[in-house]
């Protein structure tokens, strides 16, 4: 038993929404009077009824709107796989697939290809399923999505190794773990580099399958490194080749840590897996009791997925096989042969056939004995051919050692133009050069400009946070506190001011800071502000403590001239005491800066205040641009007088979303 099976499936806006999955409780109570199996079984049939017609429903209502269809046919697939329906899940993925195709979305069919793929491979139609990630991987590849590409490839990868066909495995393996590494996403990265090395395993490459698995454990306490299915491969593999080099008590503590670790999580698939291999180090030890009794175990353990029951039936008829008992384990050989999924796992197909082969043998059977050699041995050849093993040896140096390079399909349909424009002949590529050197000066002198733009917005941006009147203000304040002999406090706020200077000049020719950075440059802004206006207001800045701020990575220097205006010219004129309120927010793939105070408000009348949100607007404006040009990705800007929302209120309220640009 192991884990190398696994596939992984992505959420997206197609699965987003919640999804109703009980019953009300009217209809608990009147069942009550029924015995409690039959009542729990009518309970499930009504829910299962229930929710489907909810989705069918939801189909209909969709009508002729595609990407609502989609969506409809996407959820109800994902519900029927839930509930165990595999085959009527394929039925709706597919109808979803079919008219993602028609209305031509990459990002769409890469994630409803690689959601059937996955199911085309729990029921062991692996063509099917090879197809489908197929399908999902060219289309990931147009969308560029390096997480999305690297996570189909692997499935792809694993797909392949269960067949056999180790050479398309190691390619499709090295192309995704190529993608994780070049890109430095490290998201779940331990699952690729286990899948990488349940390849070499199933070649009886320990050397390779060892270094994999210690790639995964050291990263495996990485915050999103590893899921804990990934964890608990990790245990397994460790395990496996602790046993693969005789020390078996060692095997056995892995195996433990993976029993612990699947029991306190509810993890049943790594309960049989932790059961079956510690089954497997007994049987070597001698005991074949044990092995029998944790194998039996096992068994009550097992999904729907026809690999551990082929697995089970070997190794138990192994144990009888070892006990003299060949009666019996010929039996448990002979029901694995007559599943039509024993073609889909060839580790197994192998262990069968040897099975077979020698029970007979020793049982007399001369006949069906050469027979099933005869057989056993074909299927080795096919499998286990030393120059296939020489040739995924070659490529995985190649890779290591950095002389292979992958190659997406735009490179390689880059390259066979260059091919025919060279075919075409001397007078063609001349022109055809002058084309390119033109595009090449143009284009320079475009990034020149856009450069230069930049630099000069750069400049604004500095010029709007560190203007000579807040630095003379500031200056001028701590020349107080020193004439005071406040030592304390001018030692404080020259810190502060350092601080702002320093992080202002590296911020201002830096593309992303991290959200941390931005909200202790705030905080000293306004610090200083509040010292200069000799305690005129208070202010507050608010965050969920569950907010990752030293990881989060956005544009720098947007929010302080919206502050800066609220403490210039909000409590200018304020009779009392001012407050300013800075409330950050995740919103998802944005980061919401709420900016409130209780000051005047701005009025058409207030020349200077209205002058100043002016220029904050426009340098704004500007950034904004450049950076939707750049990443692609928007803001959302809004301003309010709070008068106008409540005549008992007054100051102004501004709402910006600014884009997180990690993955960009």
């Known amino acids: 038993m192991n884990f190398s099976q696994s596939h992984t499936t992505e959420c997206s806006t197609l699965m987003d929404k919640s999804k109703a999955r009980f019953l009300p409780f009217l209809i608990i109570v009147s069942l009550s009077c029924f015995p409690k199996t039959v009542v729990n079984q009518e309970v499930a049939d009504v829910a299962n009824d229930s929710m489907q017609l909810m989705y069918k429903n939801s189909i209909d209502d969709a009508a002729n709107d595609k990407l609502k269809r989609i969506e409809a046919h996407f959820e109800f697939g994902e519900y029927l796989d839930n509930q165990g329906q595999p085959e009527a899940s394929i039925q709706q993925l597919e ?68 067949t056999g066909d180790y050479e398309k495995a190691i390619k499709y393996g090295l192309y995704a ?58 245990y397994n593999s460790l395990g496996g080749i602790a046993v693969q080099k005789g020390e078996m008590e060692k095997g056995l503590q892995y195996y433990d840590t993976l029993f612990a670790l699947s029991t306190e999580a509810g993890y049943e698939q790594g309960i049989c897996t932790a059961l079956t291999n510690s089954a497997g180090v007994y049987r070597q030890l001698g005991d074949y009791s044990k092995a029998l009794q944790l194998t039996n175990k096992a068994e009550k353990y097992f999904g729907e997925n026809p690999y551990d029951v082929l697995f089970s039936n ?52 001369w006949d069906k004995a050469f027979f099933w050699n005869d057989s056993l041995r074909a299927t080795e050849r096919r499998l286990r051919d030393e120059d296939i093993r020489q040739s995924l040896e070659e490529l995985e140096t190649r890779y290591e050692t950095g002389k292979k390079e992958q190659q997406i399909e735009l490179l390689a349909a880059e390259n066979k133009l260059k091919n025919q424009r060279i075919n075409i002949g001397i007078v063609l590529l001349v022109v055809l050069l002058i084309v390119i050197l033109l595009i090449i000066y143009i284009e320079q002198i475009q990034k020149k400009q856009a450069r230069l733009k930049q630099i000069e917005l750069r400049l604004q941006v500095l010029r709007a ?200």
């Open 95 to 162: 109808t979803a697939l079919s008219i993602t195709k028609s209305i031509s979305n990459d990002k769409q069919i890469s994630i409803v290809a690689n959601y059937l793929a996955n199911i085309y491979a729990e029921t062991g139609n692996f063509k099917a399923s090879n197809e489908a990630y197929i399908t999902a991987l060219a289309s990931a590849e147009k969308t560029l999505n390096s997480g999305r590409i690297a996570m189909i490839s692997m499935n792809l990868a694993s797909n392949y190794n269960y």
């Open 177 to 234: 773990l190529e993608i994780k590494e070049t890109t430095q996403n490290l998201e779940r990265i331990c699952y690729h580099y286990i899948a990488m090395g349940n390849i070499f395993r199933e070649n009886s490459n320990t050397v390779k399958w060892e270094e994999y698995v210690q790639k995964a454990y050291k990263m495996k306490d990485v915050e999103g490194c590893a899921s804990l299915g990934d964890r608990a491969k990790i």
């Open 465 to 664: 946070q560190m203007n000579p009147h807040f630095i003379f203000n500031v200056m001028g304040s701590i020349q107080n506190f020193v004439m005071q002999n406040d030592n304390r406090k001018a030692s404080d706020y020259l810190s502060r001011f350092a601080s702002l200077t320093r992080a202002t000049l590296n911020n201002s020719v830096s593309e992303t800071i991290s959200l941390a950075d931005e909200i202790e440059m705030l905080k000293n802004y306004i610090e200083l502000e509040k010292m200069r206006c000799t305690d005129k207001f208070e202010f507050a800045i608010r965050y969920d403590e569950a907010l990752e701020v030293d990881f989060i990575q956005i544009p720098p220097m947007l929010i302080q001239p919206f502050v800066e205006n609220s403490v210039k010219h909000g409590f200018k004129n304020l009779e009392g005491k001012g407050f300013l309120s800075l409330t950050i927010s995740d919103k998802t793939d944005w980061i919401e800066f709420v900016i409130e105070d209780n000051g005047t408000g701005f009025q058409k009348s207030d020349s200077k205040a209205t002058s100043h949100l002016s220029m904050a607007n426009t340098i704004f404006e500007k950034r904004r641009k450049l950076i939707q040009q750049k990443y692609k990705k928007d803001f959302k800007f809004e301003k309010l007088n709070l008068k106008d929302i409540n005549p008992e209120l007054s100051g102004v309220r501004i709402s910006i979303q600014i884009p997180i640009l990690n993955n960009d």
């Open 314 to 365: 070997n190794f138990k008829a192994e144990l009888y096989q070892l006990q003299g008992q060949y009666a019996k384990a010929l039996e448990l050989a002979g029901k694995n042969l007559q599943m039509e999924e024993i073609n889909n796992y060839s580790t197994e197909k192998l262990k069968t056939l040897q099975l077979l082969y020698e029970l007979n043998y020793h049982l007399k059977n």
